[in-house]
Nanobody, 121 residues
């Protein structure tokens, strides 16, 4: 069973930084496209960022470009989300997702339980 497990969430002031981590077990991580999503209170879950298997190709939501960076370490079965210049509107539960395919950004087959990020103004 594939299981992504997120960590690194917390409370931070606006303008601050956080780094989320997601460790994936149960599958050849290096063959999985990985993504981060978020869900704010009262809103639908939205795409944040994704990274292809080699780490050379990434994709970002327009709202986070230039502030959030996705990366991966295949030796550690871990994907990261470095979040800088955080804004109150970044407050959400952040989810890590893994895809069965290694050639496209989705579909997303496996999901973590989420980690809360709160940005205070």
């Amino acid at each position: 069973q594939v299981q992504p497990v997120e960590s690194g969430g917390g409370v931070v002031q606006a303008g601050g930084s956080l780094k989320l981590s997601c460790v994936v077990s149960g599958r050849a991580f290096s063959r999985s496209v990985m993504g981060w999503f978020r869900q704010a209170p009262g809103k639908e879950r939205e795409f944040v960022a994704a990274i292809r298997t080699s780490g050379g190709t990434t994709r970002y939501a327009d709202s986070v470009k230039g502030r959030l960076t996705i990366s991966r370490d295949n030796a550690k079965n871990t994907v990261y989300l470095q979040m800088n210049t955080l804004k109150p509107e970044d407050t959400a539960v952040y989810y890590c997702a893994a895809s069965k395919v290694d050639y496209a950004f989705g579909p997303w087959d496996y999901w973590g339980q989420g980690t809360q990020v709160t940005v205070s103004s």
